[in-house]
């Protein structure tokens, strides 16, 4: 009941005229945002944020988060109309929702994915809703030690979850909390990695790690690709849409299922992108059409984009509730509260209820806004996909470049973004994950804190990560995340040569 | 991506590379691990020294590197997929160089008057725009980016003669 109180209460803050402006403001720029190459989630919210720094905290997190959904929404114009995920979430969205286009269903496909979008995301809010508030408080009993186990837990399910070599997504991580050192010390006040050059006093920005990485990279990527847009029309009207809902309870299986895996690798740092492929995947098996899948069915389009939403949603829950965020987008969010001067985690429940839950309110409205304007404007957004390349590429570049400046009004950062760009290129294409580099980066002051608290209580004895049932239970999963690959392949190792011929 | 005539035509291999940047993420392991141990990695009479954690991120950014570097080694002689294609590292080029002159313009030009500059001249030469659309284009950005940055947001960008001689 104290839940639904506040609730209200959120909503009357959300619900101000000025702050429903921004919600609409958000939702269109975050489309944008998505439906642009080179432009995603992550460094779309990094740039407009210094915009967000003369609102109010609570104004802010609803405009940002907006954009945030909005970009989600956007990934699957492009994967529908053009064949090319604007986002990496809406990869498995191409694979039935492209050839429904192909087949002059675009209207069908899209109204398909963005209810079920707009359905995944309601379902991880009501989730947020309810289990945040206890999530909070079961968390306030943490300790330096909880807290270590829990950035422990983020980082080892990268490596549990991932698909590519683990080394490598260690050493992308271990490079992020490398640059996250550098600069003076808090604690010591010693300079730390600086190697005598003032500029890297205050350290490396995760702002312009993110724009750099995933904005200049991806534009150097799309480039390579030599980009021709070649798409469909896109004809939704409201007779279209009102059939595809009447098609879309079928499908109630499959959108429950979609749901419970999105909000699950939400909460876990896993993220949006394998949660669409494993619920596609699932669907596949599942349906009674799975063989069809591919060949254009609605069901495979439901799949991966309601889980895609429910688990950028829910990956919000432990950026607020544990300040720990659980995608790159996410970090960005989290740092932007930092920027505001709010502490992200449990205190936050108790310290700051409008800000809270102004944006639980937020994340139902802006939800609900985001699916009438991208059912309404569908045609504006792909006409934006039709602007030829070479007019794109210049003018993110000059986005790009703004945002890096804005972050401290600093040109070296700037000259940051152009060496990111390089770096995230060469590592998408060597195969190093990009995402736990920024989550170190993003966490590794606090993560390091952490330990050297938990280090001070215990006087250097590591023991101290198994000393109760809760730390322990939780360094344990953190271990077994990270040797997961390990013993993945060790018991796929001892299953192929097991007597019997083919495997199941 | 890599058929059989790429690789014969050349461009970089894909294991060249992803061993040369092992080694340079081994490099830089080393460097972190020697640095905080410059700064003392151990513990002081107050708790653990500033070096402490560091320390430990790059000994394993260095075996994570050698790992990787050892793995690449093996394949060396078989893994014949090619990074870029010359072809492709020509398209990659076309906007990594433009973009880098821009910046070092911002620097010495301001952003408006390096962005309007260099979304026009990208125009006309990759885009082959005429003279007109592309000056258009680029004018129109920067003139949309100074309104909302200087005057509405206020939030100062780097500026150059031109603003300094309109008086901002």
Known sequence: MEELNALFHGF???????NLVLMFIGITLGVIIGVLPGLGGANGVAILLPLTFTMSPTSAIIML??????????????????????????????????????QGRAGEALTGAFTSSFVGALVAVLMFTFLAPLVAKFALQFGPPEFFSVYLLTFCSFVGTGKGNPFKIVAAMMLGFA???????????????????????????????????????????????????????????????????????????????????????????????PASF????????????????????????????????????????????????????????LGGLLIWGLQPGPLLFVEQKDFVWGLIASMYLGNIAGLIVVLTMVPL?????????????????????IGAFTVKNNMFDVWLMMVFGVVGYAFKKLDYPLAPMVLALVLGDSAESSFRQSMLISQGDMTVFFSNWLVGSLTGLALFALFWPLLSALIARLRTPAPGGAPG | MSQDHDSGRGGTRTIVLDVAVAAIIFALG??????????????????????YFPFYIGLITCICGAVVFVQGLLKLGTDKSVFVTHEQLKQVLVI????????????????????????????????????LRSAAV???????????????????????????????
């Open chain 1, 381 to 401: 957004f792909a006409a934006i996909l039709r602007v030829p390349f070479p007019i794109i590429a210049p003018v993110i570049v000059v986005i790009c470049a």
């Open chain 2, 138 to 168: 680029g004018l129109g950005v920067s003139i949309c980016t100074f309104v909302m940055f200087e005057i509405w947001f206020k939030i100062p960008l780097p500026k150059g003669p031109l603003e300094n001689l309109l008086g901002y």
């Open chain 1, 65 to 102: 988060s907006c954009i945030y959904w909005g970009a989600l929404f956007g990934g699957a114009i492009t994967s529908i109309l053009f064949n090319i995920p604007g986002e990496p979430w809406s990869v498995a969205t191409t694979f039935d929702g492209y050839p429904m286009a192909q």
């Open chain 1, 278 to 333: 494993m619920s596609y995947g699932v669907a596949r098996k599942v349906s009674k059409d799975g063989a069809k899948f591919g060949t254009g069915q609605l069901e495979g389009v439901i799949a991966p984009e309601t889980a895609a939403h429910a688990a950028g949603t829910s990956a919000l829950l432990p950026m607020i509730t544990l300040g720990i965020p659980g995608s790159p987008t996410a970090a960005v969010l």
């Open chain 2, 96 to 131: 990594l160089v433009p973009s880098t002159i821009y910046v070092l313009g911002v620097q010495f030009i301001g952003i408006y008057v390096a962005s309007a500059i260099f979304i026009g001249l990208f125009m006309r030469i990759a885009g082959h725009y005429t003279w």
């Open chain 2, 30 to 51: 080393a460097l972190v691990a020697w640095d905080s141990h410059r700064l003392g990695s151990g513990w002081s009479t107050d708790g653990p020294q500033t070096g």
């Open chain 1, 179 to 273: 640059m996250a050192a550098v600069g003076i010390d808090i604690v010591t006040g010693q300079l730390r990695l600086t190697f005598e050059f003032t500029e890297l006093l205050s350290g490396f920005h995760f702002l312009v790690a993110v724009i750099g990485l995933f904005g200049i990279g991806e534009i150097l990527l799309s480039m390579e690709e030599g980009l021709s847009f070649t798409g469909h029309s896109a004809k939704i009207n409201p007779k279209i849409v009102l059939e595809t809902w009447k098609k879309l309870p079928r499908y109630w299986a499959t959108s429950i299922r979609s749901c419970i895996i999105g909000c699950w690798m939400g909460i876990i740092p896993g993220g949006a992108t």
């Open chain 1, 12 to 18: 009357a803050v959300a619900l101000t005229p000025y």
